[in-house]
Nanobody
Framework: QVQFVESGGGLVQPGGSLRLSCAAS????????MGWYRQAPGKQRDLVAT???????TYADAVKGRFTISRDNTKDIVYLQMNSLKPEDTAVYFC?????????????????WGQGTQVTVSS
């Protein structure tokens, strides 16, 4: 079972930037596609970005052009660089392995989630 520890969140003004990190335990990290999710208060957890083991990426429309997902398989870490942040980006951010189903939709691989890292965008 892989476990995840997210970090790097904080309070930032609109237009600012943050870089989130997700450290994964387990020696087979490099074979998984990875995803960043976020959950705002009272809302469902949404997928915002994915990266495959071959470094192909996808982004939700809401973050496209502003967020960049990357990974370092030598350190078992996946990153989310967030630029031009908006108040609507405020949420707790989580990572997990992901897999695409027959319909092409990414689903989380593991039932166990980390504690997440809080991102608050406010002036």
């Amino acid at each position: 079972q892989v476990q995840f520890v997210e970090s790097g969140g904080g309070l930032v003004q609109p237009g600012g930037s943050l870089r989130l990190s997700c450290a994964a335990s387990g020696k087979i990290f490099s074979i998984y596609s990875m995803g960043w999710y976020r959950q705002a208060p009272g809302k469902q957890r949404d997928l915002v970005a994915t990266i495959t083991s071959r470094f192909n990426t996808t982004y939700a429309d809401a973050v496209k052009g502003r967020f960049t997902i990357s990974r370092d398989n030598t350190k078992d870490i996946v990153y989310l660089q967030m630029n031009s942040l908006k108040p609507e980006d405020t949420a707790v951010y989580f990572c997990n392995g992901v897999a695409r189903n027959l319909g092409g939709i990414y689903n989380p691989l593991f039932d166990s989630w980390g504690q997440g890292t809080q991102v608050t965008v406010s002036s």
